[in-house]
């Protein structure tokens, strides 16, 4: 085992008296991001990182138990343990809480209504822990379930981050496997405000219904697997066919 | 052991071919349902579980690792593992999202303005998973933050499962607790369907707001922990000064 790998975790203050099994959860995590283990990789089984890592079996499997929680890391039963793709199915919607009533969950598709460079809002560079006056990329788009715009959606992001975004040919549906194949910034997690607001005469025309009716407005701040705030979005929801749903427990 | 517990698991068609460690889940929430381990209560040891259950100690861990991410039961470091209590602030909190903007979460007052015994309409029958024009008891009340309503909720409650809580002297705030001490209900998971609507009159008087005002409704159902659809629950939230917090990840 290389040493260094743990003594440098430990020399950084915010990881001081963590248990040992957290220290290895954030090694792993660390390994992951800077691709060591890239999305959908195969990692060694528990001995051989029990081994590498100096430490017991035990401490390496409540790390990845722990990481297998939070959807870092899968495993596949008799096979073994792969660090988490956004490809899946489960994982596009795992962040996508929008469902017509009475269906199933379904993946909406998406219209890109533009691309803009921008200097980053107050709301905009405090959400995204930004310079004041930093520099942003802006995305519009509108989201489409059965036939029907039923999202309309402002995205944000740091431009030092996602610089080369703006020369892309293509910008695909599903942005956030599009994050982690592209910029290696794998979402861990997001985190939703909700609100109810009436639809401003923009709204009504971006989502073909009348000014005044209610939506929920739905503003998250997304953070990568490496702590960065990544992404800003502000959503404007249809919610007469629609709802958004919470599981909890 | 006694064979007879997973025989009589076995025997039940939904828990044919299951992993082993998902039997012993099985098994360990049907202890906790029937009160053979009580809210707040210590379990065995590891090593002990796996003698009386006779399966390996790695089989009972997998066991209580996944009820403990289901928060059915904590971790002590160093002491133990106890069955979850719904009195922690943190499990207070986990079922209640609404939060005043720029505050830290805290948990409402309630005012109690009704307790009634209904038929209930097809809507609830439905989710409480009742048979049609069973009796339901019905409360209504107002949740207080900030010295203020921020929603007007009502609650139904299955007669079959609740019968006796017509004739309590007092009804307290904290509901899940009160199921979970007084009637063996443990709440396991809620289901919030969001969508966003406009303040009817009865919506502005409850809440001293103004008629059409955007609200949040949301209707909840409850499950327990041995699968009951134990309530179902209706609130119109005010989102002008409050958000509905989601995080993902």
Chains 1, 2 share one sequence.
Request: contains cysteine; neutral net charge; glycine residues 4%.
């Amino acid at each position: 085992m290389n040493k260094n790998r743990f003594d440098n975790k430990l020399s950084h203050p915010g990881l001081a008296f963590q248990p040992l099994y957290k220290q290895v959860e954030e090694h792993v995590t660390q390994l992951i991001v800077e691709q060591r283990w890239k999305p959908g990789e195969m990692l060694p089984n528990e001995f051989q990182l029990a081994s590498e890592l100096n430490v017991s079996q035990g401490t390496v499997r409540k790390a990845l138990n722990s990481l297998t929680a939070a959807k870092i890391l899968n495993r596949k039963q008799g096979i073994g343990t792969f660090v988490s793709e956004h490809t899946g199915h489960h994982s596009l919607y795992r962040f996508f809480p929008l469902i017509a009533d009475g269906k199933t969950p379904e993946l909406p598709k998406a219209e890109l209504l533009s691309v803009e460079t921008h200097v980053a809002t107050k709301q905009v560079a405090e959400a995204l822990e930004l310079a004041p006056k930093a520099k942003v990329i802006v995305l519009t788009r509108r989201r489409i379930l059965n036939d029907e715009f039923c999202i309309a959606e402002t995205i944000f992001l740091p431009h030092k981050y996602f610089a080369i975004l703006e020369k892309q040919p293509e910008i695909p549906h599903t942005l956030y496997h599009f994050y982690q194949t592209q910029f290696n910034l794998t979402v861990r997690d997001t985190r939703d405000s909700i609100k109810a607001v009436l639809a401003t005469k923009q709204d009504a025309e971006m989502l073909g219904i009348n000014e005044g009716e209610p939506l929920l407005e739905v503003t998250r701040v997304t953070h990568s697997l490496d702590n960065k705030a990544i992404e800003f979005r502000l959503s404007r929801c249809r919610s007469d066919k629609y709802h958004y749903l919470v599981e909890l427990g």
